[in-house]
C-alpha cells in the first residue's frame, strides 16, 4: 500500500496522509481523521501499530478551556527589523499552540532593559509558561523565573540558563561554513556578525584550526545583524582589505546581514560570486530571491518551533522536571552567491 492508496480510500490529500503517519500529533487533520488514517495504513500493512496521541489529541480543540502561552522576543529592536528568523519562528510557534488550544500573547522587552519585565498579565487568563527567542534571555531570566516556572529558550546559541533549550548549533554552522570555504580554496576569510553568539565563537574555532590568517581589524566586524550593520560591515571589510592579499569570500551572522553586505558589494562595483563568496544563515526566502541568491545555512525553524510547544508542553503537564537542551541539524543551501557544493 502507497501514501497515494491511503488518501484515497480516506478521503484526503497525499500531503495529510503524509504529515499525520510522519507526526500523529501535528495539526494537519482532525483526530477523527487521524483515526481513519491510521486504520487504513494498518490494515494494508503500511504501518504495524496505530501510535499513542498525547490525550489532548483525542478532543477537538475547542471543548477545552483555553490558556495563555507567552512569547517573548529578547533581542535587539535593530536584529528583527524586516528578519525572517523571527517571523517564521513567531508563526510556526502560533500554529503549534493553536493546536494544543494555548492563545499566544509577545511581548517585545528593549535589549537596554537593566532585567525588570513588565509583562501585562491578566488575572483573568491562566499563564502556563512563556518561550523566549534571543540572545538576551539572561538579562531577563530573574525577572521570568518570579513569573513563571516553565521557561523554554529557543535559539542558535545554547545558554547558559537552566530552562529548556531548542538549539541549532550555531558555533557547529560557523564551522562548516569556513570549512567548506577553505575547501573551496579560500584563504582569506572575513566575519560580519555579532561579538556575543557562538558564531563568532566557531568561525574564530575553524580559522584557527585551518590555520588561516585572522587579522581582527581588517576581516572581522561584530556590529550587530542587520541589513544596514551588513552593509556598512562589508563597506568597512571592503575599504580595508589588503590589495596585496583581499578577502574572497565572508560569512554573515544571517541572511538580513548578507542581503546588506551584497548591496555594498554592488555598489563597489565588486562582483559576487567571481570577486567574492558570500554566505549567510537561517535559509531565507527573501535571500532566494535577491541577484545573485544568497547561499545560506539552513535553520530547522518551522520544526524547532512547534517542537519548542510540544517540549514547554511536556514539562507544563509533568513529563519533565530537569531542564533539557534538545539540538537540530543544519544544512548549507547551495546558492549563487557562494562555493559549490562538492
Not at 175 to 191: P, Q, Y
Request: glycine share 8%; with cysteine; proline share 6%.
Amino acid at each position: 500500500m502507497k501514501l497515494k492508496d491511503i488518501s484515497l480510500e480516506a478521503g484526503v490529500a497525499v500531503s495529510t496522509v503524509s504529515r499525520v503517519l510522519k507526526d500523529p500529533d501535528s495539526s494537519a487533520a482532525s483526530p477523527e481523521t487521524k483515526e481513519k488514517i491510521f486504520q487504513i495504513a494498518l490494515k494494508g500493512g503500511y504501518i504495524t501499530e496505530i501510535p499513542r496521541l498525547d490525550p489532548i489529541d483525542q478532543f477537538p480543540p475547542s471543548s477545552l478551556p483555553a490558556k495563555v502561552l507567552y512569547c517573548m522576543l529578547a533581542v535587539d529592536p535593530k536584529e528583527r527589523e524586516d528578519n525572517s528568523y523571527f517571523s517564521r519562528l513567531m508563526e510556526s510557534i502560533r500554529e503549534a499552540a493553536h493546536h494544543y488550544n494555548y492563545m499566544v500573547e509577545y511581548y517585545f522587552p528593549s535589549a537596554e532593559s537593566n532585567g525588570a519585565v513588565s509583562l501585562p498579565l491578566d488575572a483573568n487568563k491562566t499563564v502556563r509558561g512563556i518561550i523566549v527567542i534571543g540572545r538576551s534571555l539572561p538579562n531577563f531570566v530573574n525577572e521570568l523565573k518570579s513569573r513563571f516556572d516553565n521557561i523554554l529558550y529557543i535559539g542558535l546559541t545554547a545558554l547558559d540558563v537552566p530552562c529548556d533549550q531548542i538549539i541549532c548549533p550555531g558555533f557547529d554552522a560557523a564551522k562548516s561554513v569556513v570549512e567548506l570555504l577553505h575547501d573551496s580554496g579560500h584563504t582569506r576569510i572575513g566575519f560580519i556578525g555579532s561579538s556575543d553568539d557562538d558564531r563568532i565563537a566557531g568561525y574564530l574555532k575553524a580559522m584557527e584550526e585551518r590555520d588561516l590568517p585572522i587579522d581582527r581589524e581588517r576581516m572581522v566586524v561584530t556590529r550587530g545583524m542587520s541589513y544596514l550593520c551588513g552593509h556598512d560591515g562589508m563597506a568597512y571589510l571592503l575599504d580595508h582589505t589588503d590589495p596585496e592579499d583581499p578577502l574572497t569570500a565572508v560569512f554573515c551572522g544571517n541572511d538580513n546581514t548578507a542581503i546588506g553586505a551584497l548591496q555594498a558589494c554592488k555598489e563597489r562595483n565588486i562582483q559576487v560570486p567571481e570577486d567574492i563568496n558570500l554566505i549567510g544563515m537561517d535559509g531565507s526566502e527573501m535571500g532566494k530571491y535577491m541577484t545573485p541568491s544568497i547561499s545560506t545555512v539552513n535553520v530547522p525553524l518551522e520544526e524547532m518551533g512547534r517542537f519548542a510547544v510540544r517540549v514547554l508542553r511536556d514539562r507544563i503537564h509533568g513529563g519533565h522536571s530537569k531542564p533539557i537542551h534538545i539540538h537540530f541539524p543544519f544544512d548549507i543551501l547551495e546558492r549563487q552567491s557562494g562555493p559549490t557544493l562538492r
